[in-house]
């Protein structure tokens, strides 16, 4: 495994499909964002990726479209969870066993993922509160997609504001904002999100921005609080370590994103 960085590297947002639904999923998934995805959308391709760019965790994350998925994606990513995989489960907000389901995620996973477009929910629905009070009980992390999408046509159920919102309602919730708070709603995050006790991680957040930009938002948020995310296949990870890399932070602030803050989040031993 090569390592471009001197950093250990845990990349907190990744997709894979099983084999059979992978060119299905690539094909739904280029045609909806227009963008042409790195690389077939698997679990072998993800690892030869890691391996490739010196990676040495990634998380994978799933999101049930409707709520009959969950169990079943959720036997496949325990079924394939690993010291180097870990997995961000699958849960609907319409799914009627949930909290059964939150206890089995707990007891196999890592988090859970919600992706409010796909699933068509606003985040601080006080109808879901119930599930939000389980998962802050058992104490999973959970990552939600937020701000605009890729193709532009969503609407925005996951806005900076409403996660905000849903952070004053369950503090202990640890909540990571995709996309450093929500993707193209950069005004938001600023007046929300930043210096909040949110993580945030930086899929599809560098290059997005002037990088004195990038700066400002890494600097006005917690260190602690900031995790490394791709977003892969959507691009090869090695774009994004290569910007963090270079970019001109502090070698402290660089360690943590790449890895100390999910590791102490997750629980992951290097030593």
């Not at 609907?92 to 890592?110: A, F, L, T």
């Not at 602030?253 to 590791?263: P, T, V």
Request: with cysteine.
């Amino acid at each position: 495994m090569k390592n471009f960085t001197n950093f250990r590297i845990i990349d907190v947002h990744t997709h894979a499909w099983p084999d059979k639904v992978a060119d299905k999923a690539r094909e739904y998934l280029e045609d909806l964002f227009k963008v042409k995805l790195v690389s077939s959308p698997t679990v072998d391709t993800l690892l030869e990726f890691m391996d490739r760019n010196g990676i040495d965790v990634s998380c994978l994350c799933a999101v049930a479209s409707r709520p009959e998925q969950v169990p079943s994606i959720n036997d496949w990513l325990f079924s394939i969870r690993s010291e180097r995989l870990r997995i961000f489960c699958a849960l609907h907000p319409e799914y009627e066993k949930w909290k059964e389901e939150i206890q089995r995620i707990r007891e196999k996973g890592d988090g859970i993922k919600f992706q409010p477009e796909f699933q068509d929910f606003y985040v601080d629905d006080q109808n879901i509160f119930g599930i939000y009070e389980e998962i802050e009980k058992v104490g999973l992390p959970v990552l939600f997609h937020c701000g605009e999408e890729l193709s532009g046509t969503m609407k925005v159920r996951s806005s900076p504001s409403r996660i905000r919102r849903l952070h004053e309602k369950f503090p202990g919730l640890k909540i990571i904002a995709a996309h450093f708070g929500g993707f193209r709603m950069w005004d938001e995050v600023k007046k929300y999100l930043l210096g909040e006790d949110i993580y945030v991680d930086t899929a599809y957040f560098f290059r997005h921005l002037p990088e004195e930009d990038i700066k400002y938002f890494i600097s006005h948020h917690p260190q602690e609080r900031i995790l490394f995310g791709t977003d892969f296949p959507l691009i090869d990870q090695k774009e994004d370590i290569d910007y963090l890399t270079h970019l001109d932070i502090p070698l402290s602030s660089k360690e943590k994103i790449f890895s100390f803050n999910a590791a102490q989040l997750l629980g992951i031993n290097f030593s």
